[in-house]
């Protein structure tokens, strides 16, 4: 994720992990947030309402684990 850039505000009714490889970001989960880096992992619950923001100056990126798999149906996104 590029720097500046926000993921869409979204839920999944399956839990879902994010690992932080490289860059630094803001994770917000709910109501609560938290500065992420390389080496980092989040947990998020299913039905929370998430998104992350690359607040640094390098490429953000990370690996999104989805348990069970990504569906579409699953996931509900806010605007």
Not at 57 to 78: G, M, Q
Request: aromatic letters at 10%; one cysteine or more; hydrophobic letters at 35%.
């Amino acid at each position: 994720m590029p720097p500046g850039q926000t993921s869409a505000l979204h839920s999944l009714t399956t839990s879902e992990v994010y690992y932080i490889l490289s860059g630094v970001g803001e994770m917000h989960i709910d109501d609560e947030n938290q500065l992420v880096e390389a080496g980092d992992t989040v947990y998020i619950p299913p039905n929370a309402k998430q998104f992350i923001y690359n607040c640094g100056t390098e490429p953000l990126i990370f690996i999104c684990i989805v348990d069970p798999a990504w569906r579409k149906e699953d996931e509900t996104i806010f605007e």
